[in-house]
């Protein structure tokens, strides 16, 4: 069983940064990709950003695109996702899921991953 754990959510001024960290607890040879998603009150968790760690290929919903940026540290198997220029339109639940080797993955859709977070808040004051 994988578990992820987020953290570096809080409370930022429009246009401000924040890093949030996703630590897994298993190798991540054990992991094909993985993705951030967010979750505002009354809406449908979305996509925001996702990469493959064999190839390190990343992908990123227009929405964040030149603001956001998805990262890892192998070592430490954790991902990052630093986040810049914030809108209050960013303020939502942030989930880092992974996707587990083998089948058919669209980095877009939260069914093509296998183990979620817990979440972090993420708000942005305006």
């Known amino acids: 069983q994988v578990q992820l754990v987020e953290s570096g959510g809080g409370l930022v001024q429009a246009g401000g940064s924040l890093r949030l960290s996703c630590a897994a607890s298993e190798r991540t040879f054990t992991s094909f990709a993985m993705g951030w998603f967010r979750q505002a009150p009354g809406k449908e968790r979305e996509f925001v950003a996702a990469?493959?760690?064999?190839?390190?290929?990343?992908y990123y919903a227009d929405s964040v695109k030149g603001r956001f940026t998805i990262s890892r540290d192998n070592a430490k198997n954790t991902v990052y996702l630093q986040m810049n220029s914030l809108k209050p339109e960013d303020t939502a639940v942030y989930y880092c899921?992974?996707?587990?080797?083998?089948?058919?993955?669209?980095?877009?859709?939260?069914?093509?991953?296998?183990?979620w977070g817990q979440g972090t808040q993420v708000t942005v004051s305006s």
């Open positions: 899921a992974t996707k587990r080797p083998g089948g058919t993955w669209h980095p877009q859709r939260p069914t093509s991953y296998d183990y």
């Open positions: 990469f493959t760690w064999s190839v390190g290929t990343t």
